[in-house]
């Protein structure tokens, strides 16, 4: 069966990298001829349909990124017997195509709307860490919403009594669609205000760095933390965990729906329920049985079962 994915072409962007984690994932189907195609206007898109007739497209879609993506497009294909579908990335998105696929985990599946698994990296992680020092990090876009600030507080808090040496970095990157320099200024600004520990040092990097990048830079940690805002009801899932996942190093969360897909861990990886040490010393075992269910394996039978749904 043939297939595209299609993404827009901005790499400095969530939906963009969850795109390309996907496809990279069902490419590897034995059952799937998969085409991932980056295309920002409907000419060059046309050219491809023209070309390669799939029977199936999945859009990664916003109508923010991808606005050539309307109902009237979606129509015409569709008169040629086309399936469509999109990604769903939060509660704000189109509902012209003829199905969904739901990147929560845990969405319960009902007539057109899927559930996705969690598209991780098959990483091997060779890095020794320093004995001599904690490094705690985190990343993401550096917007306010992330609650970077209280972020620091927690660590400054549950370090407070420390003289071993801690680094708690923070790379905190710029968004192609959402302006959000001024955020990253305050950002900086308050949280070396936060930390006022001489043995806590705050290191804060805002450069676009690649996946292997990243990944390097969060298995250099001896533990990841992320604590976003807590919305009042479901506002999609966080990608940011499928990157510190990979790595197979320890996670510490709040109770942000964001993260609900990992909050159900024993012994909780929630800072409301166990220190930072606690959550450091529990290592990964707690994030094991995730780690497993979404491998890329598990990934591609959920996925190939969805599309023969469709198809049916």
């Not at 012209?96 to 098959?122: K, V």
């Not at 001024?182 to 070396?192: G, H, L, Q, S």
């Not at 205000?193 to 990944?215: A, V, W």
């Not at 996942?245 to 909050?263: E, G, T």
């Amino acid at each position: 069966m043939k297939i595209f994915l299609v993404n827009h072409k901005i790499q400095n962007c969530g939906v963009y990298q969850y795109g390309k984690r996907v496809s990279s994932i069902i490419s590897k189907s034995n059952n799937l001829v998969v085409h991932y195609l980056e295309m920002d206007n409907r000419e060059e898109f046309q050219k491809e349909v023209d070309t390669h007739k799939p029977q199936v497209i999945v859009y990664n879609h916003l109508t923010g990124t991808m606005p050539w993506v309307d109902k009237m497009y979606v129509d015409e294909l569709r008169q040629l017997g086309i399936k469509q579908g999109t990604i769903v990335h939060n509660v704000a998105y189109s509902t012209f195509f003829d199905f969904y696929l739901h990147q929560d985990p845990n969405y319960q599946p009902n007539e057109n709307n899927y559930r996705l698994l969690r598209p991780l990296f098959e990483y091997t992680n060779n890095l020794n860490l320093n004995p001599n020092v904690l490094k705690i990090g985190s990343f993401g876009f550096g917007f306010a919403s992330k609650q970077y600030e209280t972020l620091c507080a927690c660590v400054r808090d549950n370090f407070y009594r420390t003289t071993f040496p801690i680094e708690l970095r923070l790379h905190l990157t710029h968004s192609h669609f959402c302006e959000n320099t001024r955020d990253i200024e305050t950002i900086k600004f308050v949280a070396n205000r936060i930390i006022n520990n001489p043995n806590i040092t705050l290191k804060i990097t805002t450069n676009f760095i690649s996946d292997d990048e990243l990944l390097t830079f969060l298995a250099g940690n001896d533990l990841n933390i992320f604590f976003y805002q807590k919305y009042t009801s479901y506002n999609g899932i966080s990608s940011s965990i499928d990157y510190a996942l990979s790595v197979k190093r320890p996670i510490a969360i709040c109770r942000s729906n964001m993260f609900s897909h990992i909050w159900n861990t024993q012994p909780s990886i929630c800072a409301e329920d166990n220190s930072l040490k606690e959550i450091i010393n529990n290592g990964f075992g707690p994030l094991e049985k995730y780690y497993n269910e979404w491998s890329h394996e598990n990934f591609i039978k959920v996925f190939e079962d969805n599309i023969n749904n469709v198809i049916k």
